[in-house]
C-alpha cells in the first residue's frame, strides 16, 4: 500500500508553486519503511542559502496521535495519494498530499496550511545505487598528491566532456543516473591497477557499455620526465551494478582498493 511513496525524491525548483513563500534552491523527501508505518525526513536549503531539515514517523492508519504541542497527526492513504494532516482542535492547520506520477518517476507534494494557503511542488525519484568509481595505475608510483589530483581531473573531466554551453556557462546533460548522483550522495570510489592495459581496457569496456567514462592523460610536466602518460580513468555516474561488471571484485579488469 505504500510501496509506491517511498524512495528518495529530490526537489525541482522549476515545479515550485509557492505564492508569497520564497521557492527553495534544492531539496529531498526521503521516504522509507519505518517501524510502525512510513519514516520521512525532509531537507532543503531555503531561499537564503541556509539548510533546513525534519524528521517525522507516518503512522498509515487514519487514526490521530498527538503531538508535544497538543496537537494530533493523522496519516492515511486517499486513493492514489500519502495524506498527513496536523489538526489543532478539530481543524486541520497543515495537511501534505503526496501523489506519486503513473510512471513512478515524480511525486507532486502539495501542502495546506489553514483553509487559504497552497504550496506545491514536484520531486523526481532519484535512483539509488549510484556510484562514480576512480582508477590510477600503481606501476606508476605517483606521490599521493599527484594520484589525488589525477582522481581530480578525472572525477570531473566525466562531467565536463558533456558540456554543451558557452565559455562562460556550462550546460551538461545528465541521464538519470547521473542526475540521481548529483544530487544526493555522489558516491565516490577509488581503485587501481597494475597497468597501462588495464586502465585502458576498463576505460574501453566502460564506452563498450555506454557508461560516461574519462581518461587522463597527464602532460608530465611534473613527473614523468616530460612524456605524456596515461594515469587514470574515471567510470560512472552510473548504477553501481553495471560498475562491478568492470571493476568489481568477480569484474573484468583486476582492481584494488586504493
Same mark, same amino acid.
Given at each position: 500500500?505504500?510501496?509506491?511513496?517511498? !524512495?528518495?525524491?529530490?526537489?525541482?525548483?522549476?515545479?515550485?508553486?509557492?505564492?508569497?513563500?520564497?521557492?527553495?534552491?534544492?531539496?529531498?523527501?526521503?521516504?522509507?519503511?519505518?517501524?510502525?508505518?512510513?519514516?520521512?525526513?525532509?531537507?532543503?536549503?531555503? =531561499?537564503?542559502?541556509?539548510?533546513?531539515?525534519?524528521?517525522?514517523?507516518?503512522?498509515?492508519?487514519?487514526?490521530?496521535? *498527538?503531538?508535544?504541542?497538543?496537537? *494530533?497527526?493523522?496519516?492515511? +492513504?486517499?486513493?492514489?495519494?500519502?495524506?498527513?494532516?496536523?489538526?489543532?482542535?478539530? @481543524? +486541520?492547520?497543515? !495537511?501534505?498530499?503526496?501523489?506519486?506520477?503513473?510512471?513512478?518517476?515524480? #511525486? #507532486? +507534494?502539495?501542502?495546506?496550511?489553514?483553509?487559504?494557503?497552497?504550496?506545491? *511542488?514536484?520531486?523526481?525519484?532519484?535512483?539509488?545505487?549510484?556510484? %562514480? @568509481?576512480?582508477?590510477?595505475?600503481?606501476?606508476?608510483?605517483?606521490?599521493?598528491?599527484?594520484?589525488?589530483? %589525477?582522481?581530480?581531473?578525472?572525477?570531473?573531466?566525466?562531467?565536463?566532456?558533456?558540456?554543451?554551453?558557452?565559455?562562460?556557462?556550462?550546460?551538461?546533460?545528465?541521464?538519470?543516473?547521473?542526475?540521481?548522483?548529483?544530487? =544526493?550522495?555522489? $558516491?565516490?570510489?577509488?581503485?587501481?591497477?597494475?597497468?597501462?592495459?588495464?586502465?585502458?581496457?576498463?576505460?574501453?569496456?566502460?564506452? *563498450?557499455?555506454?557508461?560516461?567514462?574519462? #581518461? @587522463?592523460?597527464?602532460?608530465?610536466?611534473?613527473?614523468?620526465?616530460?612524456?605524456?602518460?596515461?594515469?587514470?580513468?574515471?567510470?560512472?555516474?552510473?548504477?553501481? $551494478?553495471?560498475?562491478? +561488471?568492470?571493476?568489481?571484485?568477480?569484474?573484468?579488469? =583486476?582492481?584494488?582498493? =586504493?
Amino acid at each position: 500500500m505504500i510501496e509506491p511513496f517511498l !524512495g528518495l525524491w529530490i526537489l525541482d525548483p522549476t515545479t515550485c508553486v509557492y505564492g508569497s513563500r520564497p521557492v527553495p534552491r534544492r531539496g529531498s523527501y526521503h521516504l522509507t519503511r519505518g517501524e510502525q508505518g512510513v519514516s520521512a525526513r525532509v531537507w532543503w536549503v531555503d =531561499a537564503g542559502g541556509e539548510a533546513r531539515s525534519t524528521a517525522f514517523e507516518m503512522i498509515v492508519d487514519g487514526e490521530p496521535r *498527538a503531538l508535544p504541542d497538543g496537537s *494530533a497527526l493523522v496519516c492515511r +492513504v486517499d486513493g492514489d495519494a500519502l495524506v498527513s494532516e496536523v489538526l489543532r482542535d478539530g @481543524v +486541520v492547520v497543515h !495537511g501534505a498530499r503526496r501523489v506519486p506520477s503513473e510512471d513512478g518517476r515524480s #511525486l #507532486l +507534494v502539495v501542502q495546506t496550511f489553514g483553509p487559504d494557503e497552497r504550496i506545491e *511542488a514536484t520531486y523526481h525519484r532519484c535512483l539509488e545505487g549510484t556510484k %562514480q @568509481v576512480l582508477l590510477y595505475r600503481r606501476d606508476l608510483n605517483m606521490r599521493k598528491g599527484k594520484i589525488a589530483a %589525477q582522481i581530480a581531473h578525472a572525477s570531473l573531466k566525466v562531467l565536463l566532456d558533456r558540456d554543451e554551453g558557452s565559455w562562460d556557462r556550462l550546460v551538461i546533460p545528465l541521464d538519470e543516473a547521473m542526475a540521481s548522483w548529483t544530487r =544526493a550522495r555522489f $558516491a565516490k570510489i577509488v581503485l587501481s591497477v597494475e597497468t597501462e592495459e588495464d586502465l585502458v581496457r576498463a576505460h574501453e569496456e566502460a564506452r *563498450a557499455r555506454g557508461l560516461p567514462t574519462a #581518461l @587522463v592523460t597527464d602532460a608530465g610536466h611534473t613527473e614523468f620526465h616530460g612524456v605524456p602518460t596515461r594515469t587514470t580513468v574515471a567510470i560512472g555516474p552510473a548504477l553501481a $551494478a553495471d560498475i562491478d +561488471v568492470i571493476t568489481g571484485p568477480d569484474g573484468l579488469v =583486476a582492481t584494488k582498493l =586504493a
